[in-house]
C-alpha cells in the first residue's frame, strides 16, 4: 500500500500567491475528486493487522480488486489549474455527501477516491468507474479506511464528511462517517497522515 495519491490533492497552498496573470497554458486545467463507499473486507483486515491508529486515519493508493461498492461515485472536491480567481489562493475544502440508498445488506469498511482530470480542452482522463479511460493503468484509487466497520442495511444511505485541510507547512485530510451512525474523525489536525509543503 502506498500513502500518496494526485487524486486528491492540489500543489498549491492556501498562502501561494499568485505572482503573474498573464495567458497561459496549465495541463491539466481542472481535476475534479469523487468518493464513494465500498466494502473491503481483506484490505480492512490488512490494516486491522497493523494494531495501530495510525494504519486507520492513513488514506492509501491501491489496485481494488476484492471489494463491492455500496453505492455509485458522487463528486467530492474540484480545483481549476490555475485558481487566477483568488489571491492568495485557498485550497482548504469541506463537503458533506449523501450516498444512494444501499441495494443490499452490506458491511462498510471505508471509501475509495477517484478522479477526473480535464488535460486540454474536451481532452480528459478518468480512474472513475463511470467515465473510466481505456487502458488507464498509471494512477490508482485511494482508499480512506474507516476504524470500524458499519453494518449497512437495504436502503439505508451512507453520508460521510470530509475535510481538505492546510497550514504553512502541510496538507492533510481528515474524514468521519455522519449516517447510519457517527465516527470519530479521523486523522484530525494531521496527526497520523499529511503531505509536506515545500517554502
Not at 485558481?83 to 440508498?101: C, G, K, M, S, V
Amino acid at each position: 500500500l502506498s500513502s500518496s495519491s494526485p487524486s486528491f490533492s492540489s500543489s498549491s497552498s492556501k498562502n501561494s500567491t499568485i505572482e503573474s496573470k498573464e495567458p497561459g497554458i496549465s495541463i491539466p486545467s481542472s481535476s475534479t475528486s469523487y468518493i464513494q463507499p465500498i466494502s473491503t473486507p481483506k484490505l480492512w483486515s490488512e490494516l486491522s493487522a497493523q494494531k495501530s491508529l495510525k494504519s486507520f486515519e492513513t488514506p492509501y493508493v491501491v489496485l481494488l480488486h476484492r471489494f463491492s461498492a455500496i453505492s455509485p461515485s458522487l463528486k467530492c472536491f474540484h480545483f481549476k489549474h490555475p485558481n487566477l480567481e483568488q489571491d492568495p489562493i485557498d485550497n482548504r475544502r469541506e463537503i458533506h455527501l449523501r450516498f444512494a440508498a444501499a441495494k443490499k445488506e452490506t458491511i462498510l469498511h471505508g471509501f475509495a477516491g477517484y478522479f477526473e482530470s480535464v488535460l486540454f480542452k474536451d481532452v480528459m482522463i478518468s480512474i472513475r468507474p463511470e467515465t473510466f479511460s481505456t487502458d488507464m493503468f498509471s494512477w490508482f484509487p485511494i482508499y480512506f479506511p474507516l476504524r470500524t466497520p458499519v453494518r449497512i442495511k437495504k436502503n439505508e444511505s451512507v453520508q460521510l464528511k470530509m475535510w481538505r485541510c492546510e497550514d504553512k507547512t502541510k496538507v492533510w485530510y481528515e474524514w468521519c462517517l455522519v449516517s447510519p451512525v457517527v465516527s470519530p474523525i479521523h486523522n484530525p489536525n494531521g496527526r497520523s497522515y499529511h503531505i509536506g509543503l515545500k517554502s
